[in-house]
């Protein structure tokens, strides 16, 4: 099982270098592969679903390693492998949508413990898992972007309260899950960088208010959705640091500013979203995190003097 899921990582992680994806990226596919091959191994050999979940992890882990990332993304390959194994198994056993975002966020919560990950750490992987199968269900099943990102969130929230986080924490990673998961529904569907970004704002935005948050923050929530969804398609089209920061400012000063944020809120968030676009990307580049922190400040003190802010 080890030798096939090694053999498939070699197999993506070329394919994807071929394909010209950056090295994250490279990474990211290498891990599926991996997990994906050592939970059918695991399968054949009759394993239970405990059993090719910790396959899966421990192959994305190994994978994501070889490929170069740092220790706290390999943790997260491996969570999302487990939380995929685990689903793939109860859907093949026909058990229902819940049961199968359940497993997931259980196998994504163990795998992530077993990785050395945090509580909360844990349960933003649980909560990770839980939105993505669920996601997929509803994506499967031919529904809207808006029904898609729904479903997201409520699970992200569901997995959230039952790691035991705070009801604020829950409504974070509800909007979070519900952002990223319009992004990737509105790329999937051939839309362009603003249309993902606007799709993931308004998709946040509405899973903040579901969950309780009062309107400020859940302006702050669709700003932030909109910066990471413009860097990410500012990264997968091959741009720098510094276009993924200022993609990510530009469409968190365009989301505060649909939510009815004043001006200055709206340069608060635009430095926001720049900042946290300039960390992810120095983080997944295997910079410290004095490194990515000076990133982040740079990124920001830009965005903030582009957006009008004083000295």
């Known amino acids: 099982a080890e030798e096939q899921a090694a053999a498939a990582a070699a197999a993506a992680l070329q394919a994807a270098k071929t394909a010209g994806m950056s090295s994250e990226q490279q990474a990211e596919q290498a891990a599926k592969a991996a997990g994906e091959a050592a939970a059918e191994a695991s399968k054949l050999d009759g394993k239970g679903l405990e059993d090719i979940a910790d396959a899966a992890a421990a192959a994305a882990l190994r994978a994501a390693a070889d490929a170069g990332m740092k220790a706290e993304q390999q943790a997260e390959q491996a969570a999302k492998a487990a939380g995929l194994a685990a689903a793939e198994v109860a859907r093949a056993s026909r058990k229902s949508v819940q049961q199968q975002v359940e497993a997931a966020a259980r196998a994504a919560k163990n795998a992530a413990a077993s990785a050395g990950m945090g509580n909360e750490q844990q349960a933003e992987q649980a909560a990770n898992a839980a939105a993505l199968v669920a996601a997929d269900a509803e994506r499967d099943d031919g529904l809207s972007i808006e029904d898609q990102a729904a479903s997201a969130a409520e699970a992200a929230k569901l997995a959230a309260e039952y790691a035991g986080l705070t009801l604020e924490q829950q409504a974070e990673l509800a909007a979070k899950a519900a952002g990223a998961t319009a992004a990737d529904a509105a790329r999937d569907a051939g839309q362009d960088a603003a249309a993902q970004a606007e799709a993931a704002a308004r998709a946040a935005r509405r899973a903040a208010e579901r ?54 809120q709206q340069a608060e968030q635009a430095a926001l979203g720049a900042g946290l676009a300039a960390a992810d990307a120095a983080r997944d580049a295997g910079k410290s995190l004095e490194e990515q922190a000076a990133a982040a400040g740079e990124a920001a003190q830009k965005a903030a003097a582009s957006a009008g802010m004083s000295t």
């Open 211 to 264: 969950a309780g948050m009062k309107p400020t923050q859940q302006a702050e929530q669709s700003a932030r959705a909109a910066a990471v969804a413009a860097a990410d398609a500012a990264r997968d089209a091959g741009k720098g640091v510094a276009e993924q920061a200022a993609a990510a400012a530009a469409a968190a000063k365009a989301a505060a500013a649909e939510a009815g944020m004043s001006a200055e």
